[in-house]
């Protein structure tokens, strides 16, 4: 590869990290709807028809940095839940939990920017697997080896799951619910007295 050649990726990779950087404060400050993709071009300091040589449209800029989001998410959720079956199932919900409401927490205006968009935009596969699909896939691969690997289950148990964190997590950013303390609490219960009722039901369940 050439200098010039070699400059000018370097270039680009910069131009399109300005434009992320941008998105996500203009995300946080105006919320979805309200941001236009002059405002994210004017942030990132770059013409606007620079804009839409990295992204097509500004959902497809929030998708990318949902993406990072959800990805740094799973790394910590990773960290939390190793490969292995919790010795202390009540312990290790209390740990997810508090996983997942402080990564919302300390994002709170983008997990607003991500709802607003999936309740903007409607589609069948947003509304079936919301904002954190790497979520639900881990929790799904962790799940199927707890339930004795039936996978297609373990796929509705963690959907399931997901979406009652979710719940929960929305009405404790932006609701009028209990302290943090609290709610890490009843997510925990909530969690391990399904997971653990479905899967009981799964193992007494008569081979086919």
């Given at each position: 590869?050439?200098?010039?050649?070699?400059?000018?990726?370097?270039?680009?990779?910069?131009?399109?990290?300005?434009?992320?950087?941008?998105g996500r404060e203009c995300f946080r400050e105006s919320g979805y709807?309200?941001?236009?993709?002059?405002?994210?071009?004017?942030?990132?300091?770059?013409?606007?028809?620079?804009?839409?040589?990295?992204?097509?449209?500004?959902?497809?800029?929030?998708?990318?940095?949902?993406?990072?989001?959800?990805?740094?998410?799973?790394?910590?959720?990773?960290?939390?839940?190793?490969?292995?079956?919790?010795?202390?199932?009540?312990?290790?919900?209390?740990?997810l939990a508090r996983v997942c409401l402080d990564a919302w927490q300390?994002?709170?205006?983008?997990?607003?920017?991500?709802?607003?968009?999936?309740?903007?935009?409607?589609?069948?596969?947003?509304?079936?697997?919301?904002?954190?699909?790497?979520?639900?896939?881990?929790?799904?691969?962790?799940?199927?080896?707890?339930?004795?690997?039936?996978?297609?289950?373990?796929e509705l148990v963690a959907q399931a799951l997901l979406g009652l964190?979710?719940?929960?997590?929305?009405?404790?950013?932006?609701?009028?619910?209990?302290?943090?303390?609290?709610?890490?609490?009843?997510?925990?219960?909530?969690?391990?007295?399904?997971?653990?009722?479905?899967?009981?039901?799964?193992?007494?369940?008569?081979?086919?």
């Amino acid at each position: 590869m050439s200098a010039n050649s070699s400059h000018r990726k370097r270039q680009k990779a910069e131009t399109r990290a300005a434009i992320v950087a941008a998105g996500r404060e203009c995300f946080r400050e105006s919320g979805y709807q309200a941001t236009g993709v002059a405002d994210i071009a004017k942030r990132a300091g770059v013409a606007h028809g620079t804009f839409y040589v990295h992204f097509d449209d500004k959902g497809q800029l929030l998708d990318e940095i949902l993406n990072d989001f959800n990805a740094s998410l799973v790394r910590r959720l990773e960290r939390t839940w190793p490969e292995r079956a919790p010795d202390q199932p009540q312990d290790l919900a209390k740990k997810l939990a508090r996983v997942c409401l402080d990564a919302w927490q300390a994002d709170r205006e983008l997990v607003l920017a991500f709802a607003e968009r999936a309740g903007v935009d409607g589609a069948v596969t947003a509304l079936r697997d919301g904002i954190s699909p790497p979520i639900a896939r881990f929790l799904a691969d962790r799940l199927s080896a707890f339930g004795g690997g039936n996978a297609a289950e373990a796929e509705l148990v963690a959907q399931a799951l997901l979406g009652l964190w979710t719940r929960v997590g929305l009405q404790y950013l932006f609701g009028q619910g209990p302290n943090k303390k609290r709610t890490v609490e009843l997510l925990a219960q909530l969690s391990v007295g399904a997971v653990s009722s479905v899967f009981s039901t799964l193992e007494s369940r008569p081979s086919p």
